[in-house]
């Protein structure tokens, strides 16, 4: 099966700019995420969607940050404006949806974007 | 709230040497443990996970509840182990699986 893709794979800003990164998710997959990954940390949850609704976002910073996934397949990230703290490769994952059982489901991630703000 | 720590950014072990990455947790409720690793230009993916109890690539990691503790162990490394190894859990959180990962320990296999 196809995996997770995302586009760009590299980006370079100014600061104050915006940017835009793009996730297609496996096919079937309920479930996505958003993951940012500064140099030298472990991935950090943004925002998680069941489908096309949000079911956890407490870490997104809200002032700047914004995603959407309308149709339930494919996702976008925005950040707006970019300050130099932005600079992270930026994970997309997806997974199928668990139902409620304590069962875990295996996380597939994609390439990541790597976003640069100078 | 949950958190996962890995002491070690860097290990550095010869080829047929034993491994250890550790992993600690804190949660107070029945935590689900993972292994995920990164190898060289590749995508972070599923090592293994401690409900399963199986040996991956050699790897097996056992969770100790009392010591809140979830190493990953391997009795002989090869060179090809070396990656990015981040250690991960998951609750359930209003029906929906909430992942914390840990900040990620560098293995280094030196030939």
């Known amino acids: 099966e196809a995996g997770v893709a995302q586009s760009p794979r590299y980006k370079i800003i100014e600061k104050r700019q915006s940017v835009a990164f793009w996730c297609n998710p496996i096919s079937g997959h309920a479930t996505l995420y958003w993951y940012q990954q500064i140099l030298g940390q472990g991935p950090k949850l943004l925002i998680q969607?069941?489908?096309?609704?949000?079911?956890?976002d407490s870490q997104l910073p809200k002032d700047r940050f914004s995603a959407e996934r309308l149709k339930g397949v494919d996702s976008t990230l925005k950040i707006q404006p970019a300050k130099l703290e932005d600079s992270a490769v930026y994970l997309c994952?997806?997974?199928?949806?668990?139902?409620?059982?304590?069962?875990?489901?295996?996380?597939?991630f994609g390439p990541g974007t790597r976003l640069t703000v100078l | 709230a949950q958190r996962v720590t890995q002491p070690e950014k860097l290990l550095s072990v010869f080829k047929g040497a034993p491994v250890e990455l550790k992993c600690n947790y804190s949660y107070s409720g029945s935590p689900e443990l993972f292994w995920y690793v990164q190898y060289s230009r590749q995508r972070l993916q599923l090592l293994l996970r401690?409900?399963s109890r199986e040996s991956i690539k050699g790897f097996t990691a056992d969770l100790n509840k009392g010591e809140t503790s979830f190493h990953l162990k391997k009795p002989f490394a090869q060179e090809e182990d070396s990656a990015m190894y981040y250690c991960a859990l998951t609750r359930n959180s209003g029906g929906y699986q909430k992942v914390t990962f840990g900040t990620g320990t560098k293995l280094q296999v030196i030939p």
């Open positions: 969607f069941q489908n096309n609704g949000v079911v956890d």
């Open positions: 994952a997806s997974s199928q949806h668990h139902g409620g059982q304590r069962t875990y489901n295996e996380q597939f």
């Open positions: 401690h409900i």
